[in-house]
């Protein structure tokens, strides 16, 4: 029988600077009687990866640019977090509404440049990880050393949509796993080719981790068994469309 | 321990006019001796309830208008496939590369209005169902009627993203659940009240749902065991983002 199961990791605990998520992980499955594999697939809320990483900043401590204090009027948003937003990113693609949609450093294309004011405490915003890849990657070689086995790592976020209501969690770093699924060339039952399926399982499995997650910062990490990971490296920029395919980038 | 369940009901049979799709899933459910629950939510692929509607259309039997014609030789694209995407729209919200971008009567914002030519044999293509919320909610009453049970329902399709490569499930039809799960207004452990948290979890469950069920066609209906279902209504008409607060409708 083909079956998914996406367990959450509880009772994490706050996570500081400096602390090692690899180390937290290899806990937590201890006290859940949880023994890893190498085809497990564990989703880590990026928020545990920043605080970890020192990616958090004390709102206080920041000067707004007089092009952070302009915006800030114009969207009714605080100035100091309009500073960092515009820090994290490389260009605004849309505003409007108090939000602010940008391209990442990274190249994300999201609200706000990922910066996020909840689970961090009063007055501080995590900002994503430098790089979510590499911070993947560095997950999953500390597990391996703990634990001799080597499973898939995806680092998640919410994001919004345009059209659609409400944040779907989607994949900002990925270690070893392919993050989509091509079945371009195969063909269904009727001998149709398919032309056009290419499903971003990373995104799938970072939005189905969130069912489990929640956003309260309980359950930061997730072990998805059953899926069948392919291949032994990826990146989440595989998932950015590129901006000449890109019908609502440049306007 | 939060654990969810995706559980691929398989030997569904190709469905034709007229099967009754809760009919398939009960004998599926009884061939893997899965017990369904009130909790249970069942993500059922588009593709076989629009057979099973009737919502499947032969090309050649299509005659295209000037406009299809005018917009197939702009985007190389089948003349009678433009035609259907016409007839199936609103309006258009974009073009390029040899997609359009339209809104649905629904309201859905996808490419091609979601008119799909995989898993419906050869020169055919698949509509989407006329009315997936009224399609769930009758799986869902028969379902009942047959089992003494009403599982969550939701009706997937596959939607490209701007921005990010691949589709990710979402949900184009729900009954029997809220399709958001609004956790604004509530604090996390900080005391930081949450102003932003709102997650889509229809699509984030749909999304999950299509890991299992892959682009074959082989696995159309996927149990979730596990979410804590709130409400016993919902409409993916919920999803949709109104005009007037979205960023990337009118340009």
Chains 1, 2 share one sequence.
Not at 116 to 132: C, I, K, M, T
């Amino acid at each position: 029988m083909t079956r998914l199961e996406i367990i959450g990791l509880e009772d994490f605990g706050d996570v500081r600077r400096g602390d090692s998520i690899s180390e937290l992980i290899v806990g937590a499955c201890v006290r859940q009687a949880l023994t890893l594999t190498d085809s497990d697939v564990l989703v880590v809320a990026h928020k545990i990866v920043s605080k970890a990483e020192g990616q958090i900043l004390r709102l206080d401590e920041i000067q707004p640019s007089a092009r952070a204090l302009e915006l800030s009027r114009e969207l009714g948003k605080e100035a100091r977090l309009v500073e960092v937003i515009l820090r994290e990113s490389r260009r605004i693609i849309r505003k409007g509404g108090g939000t602010i949609i940008v391209e990442t450093h990274h190249g994300f294309i999201c609200a706000n440049a990922g910066v996020d004011l909840s689970n961090v405490g009063l007055g501080r915003v995590a900002l994503l990880p430098r790089d979510p890849d590499a911070s993947a990657r560095k997950i999953r070689e500390e597990i391996q050393q703990r634990l001799g086995v080597a499973p898939g790592i995806i680092i998640s976020d919410s994001f919004g949509r345009p059209w659609r209501l409400g944040t779907v969690d989607v994949a900002v770093g990925v270690a070893g796993l392919r993050p989509v699924k091509d079945d371009r060339g195969t063909s269904d039952r009727y001998g149709y080719e398919l032309k056009a399926s290419v499903a971003a399982v990373a995104d799938e499995l970072a939005a189905a981790a969130e069912v489990v997650m929640g956003k309260k910062g309980e359950i930061p990490v997730v072990v998805i068994r059953g899926y069948e990971r392919k291949g032994e490296d990826g990146s989440a920029q595989e998932l950015l469309r590129p901006e000449a395919e890109d019908l609502f980038r440049s306007f």
